[in-house]
């Protein structure tokens, strides 16, 4: 179930994150940790922190938060912002829906060497995502920085267009999808 | 938000991510809400905000008037709900949907990031862009028909917003 986040103590996906999230990523750091696992196939999103992600927006309606629950459970979490402009020659200025964080629950990682418990959790936020910016009149125009794991996502299996790497970014490679790639993201039965 | 598709689209869908690692976003750590610069719960910039948005329903009753259209043609030509432009204009505590500022910015020409902006639904980016709304608010009024003091307020606040970012295009 696609559901839109809220934030504060109440939340109900933060209270998920702190209670279900967090000792699951501690238990795959621990696992980790070993001698001959390099850094760099640590989780990428360890450090967030989803209380303040969201705390740093609450009020403002161009910033939204959307999780995918399942059992009772929340099983990934995106937040989105309205306030930015495409960079691609085809689309340059005009608004999109900007995915500013994208992370899915810890157990869900294909990533980590273990079985994963719901695939396509990252997909329906990237399609919701994708729908909302149908929705705001942006024709399906999103944009984001891909954390290094997942370039190959956004640019083999969702159809966005690589940008390559952002400097201002911390090298993040931005992709960005155009109306026609989200038509095609989208497409099939009523989706034309 | 509507979007409906069958189970088997969705299956579908599951199996392209196949074994594919999902994620996005900056890897700085995160702020604090007082470092990030814009907590909601924070008094000053609540007042700031109410200001800016005083600004916002006067400058979109300026900009109207100056166009010489009713509220309801308004509502016709930037196809939104008629309710909502009433409450732009003088409700001081109305948040608009960012439709509307998108629909707005397109209708008037003015760019879309500093309409979000002066509208409460993004972060302040130049400090000078409250200073000026604030002054914008305190030379206009609003009276059926745009003075000559309004019309220069409305021109000079006009110049401000085209030097926030580039101008909407559909």
């Known amino acids: ?192 | 938000m509507k979007f409906e598709r069958s189970k088997a689209w969705w299956l579908n869908k599951v199996r392209g991510e196949q074994d594919a690692f999902v994620g996005a976003g900056l890897l700085a750590r995160d702020l604090a809400p007082d470092e990030a610069g814009h907590d909601a719960a924070a008094a000053p910039e609540a007042a700031a905000g109410e200001e800016m948005r005083l600004a916002f329903g006067r400058f979109v009753s300026l900009i109207r008037r100056q166009r010489g259209l009713t509220v309801e043609q308004l509502a016709a030509r930037a196809d939104l709900d008629l309710a909502e432009l009433v409450s732009i204009e003088e409700d001081l505590c109305f948040q608009p949907e960012p439709r509307t500022i998108y629909q707005l910015a397109s209708t008037f020409d003015v760019p879309q990031q500093a309409l979000m902006q002066l509208a409460g639904l993004a972060v302040v980016r130049d400090t000078a862009l409250p200073q000026e709304a604030v002054r914008f608010a305190a030379r206009s009024e609003t009276t059926q028909k745009l003075s000559r003091e309004e019309k220069a307020a409305l021109d000079a606040f006009l110049a401000v917003l085209s030097q926030q970012g580039p101008k909407h295009r559909s």
């Open chain 1, 1 to 192: 179930m696609l559901t839109l986040m809220t934030a504060g103590a109440s939340s109900p996906q933060l209270r998920d994150w702190q209670i279900h999230w967090q000792p699951a990523l501690i238990e795959v750091l621990r696992e980790l940790n070993r001698p001959n696992v390099p850094v760099t196939q640590w989780p990428q999103s360890a450090h967030w922190d989803w209380r303040r992600k969201m705390a740093q927006v609450a009020g403002l309606l161009a910033y939204r938060g959307f999780s995918v629950t399942c059992a009772g459970v929340t099983q990934g979490l995106m937040q989105i912002d309205l306030n930015r402009l495409a960079y691609i020659p085809v689309q340059k200025g005009k608004p999109l829906v900007y995915v500013e964080y994208l992370e899915v629950a810890p157990w869900n990682r294909p990533d980590l060497g273990q079985a994963v418990r719901y695939r396509g959790v990252g997909t329906a936020l990237l399609v919701a995502a994708v729908a909302l910016s149908q929705e705001e009149g942006f024709r399906g125009r999103i944009g984001l920085h891909s954390l290094p794991q997942a370039d190959g996502f956004y640019r083999d299996r969702c159809g966005m267009t690589d940008l390559g790497p952002d400097p201002g970014y911390q090298n993040l490679r931005y992709f960005e999808m155009t109306p026609d790639q989200a038509a095609a993201f989208l497409g099939g039965e009523n989706g034309q």
